[in-house]
């Protein structure tokens, strides 16, 4: 494979995790480069970030076609276009269709603001996440690479790394500390992908 492998980064919200990547491919911790963004979301920031990158963007929406495999099929036509090798979801809040699941398996990457299996699976995203972790008087939470599969947060863990919960955290402030590992961690987790060490 070449040195660069060519990314495609899933995303629904701001994208701070895509700026990470972005960046780790710019200054040579992630042997790959972001070769295009897709949200399902056109207001998104992250499709900002991208086109600051200078990088494509697509905004994918199921409901903006006839059919769903109609939909799948433009999509995979869209990750063909560009050479797609992996997939990295950087706070994408749909499921990927099976086609690309099926394609791009033991390639697709997700980043998790939990030390999984705890408090994943439908629904919990984002500040819910940490809601629970506060509410539940967990000592610990942090971040979780995990590969995707046609379930939630249920794919191999890939790296994960802890941070302590403070007796005085509200959901902000534990989101915070997580998201600051979460940047250190998913180029990490990525270049190891695309260069083998997880086999």
């Not at 539940?136 to 599969?149: K, R």
């Not at 994960?160 to 590992?181: E, M």
């Amino acid at each position: 494979m070449n040195s660069k492998a060519k990314i495609a980064v899933f995303l629904s919200g701001g994208g701070t995790n895509l700026q990470s990547l972005i960046d780790a491919s710019h200054d040579g911790r992630l042997s790959g480069e972001i070769a295009l963004v897709i949200s399902n979301h056109e207001e998104a920031y992250g499709l900002q970030r991208a086109t600051k990158a200078g990088i494509d963007t697509f905004v994918y929406k199921i409901k903006n076609y006839e059919t769903k495999e109609e939909a799948h099929t433009d999509l995979m036509a869209m990750l063909e276009q560009y050479k797609i090798e992996y997939i990295a979801l950087a706070g994408y809040l749909k499921l990927l269709p099976p086609p690309v699941i099926k394609k791009f398996k033991n390639r697709i990457t997700n980043i998790h603001p939990a030390l999984l299996p705890k408090y994943g699976g439908k629904g919990m995203y984002g500040h819910n996440v940490h809601e629970a972790v506060i509410a539940n008087g967990e000592f610990e939470s942090g971040a979780t690479v995990h590969l995707v599969d046609e379930i939630y947060d249920n794919g191999r863990i890939l790296e994960q790394k802890k941070v302590p919960v403070q007796p005085d955290d509200t959901s902000d402030s534990l989101a915070a500390r997580v998201l600051k590992i979460e940047h250190e961690l998913y180029p990490l987790a990525l270049d190891n992908l695309i260069r083998g060490k997880y086999a």
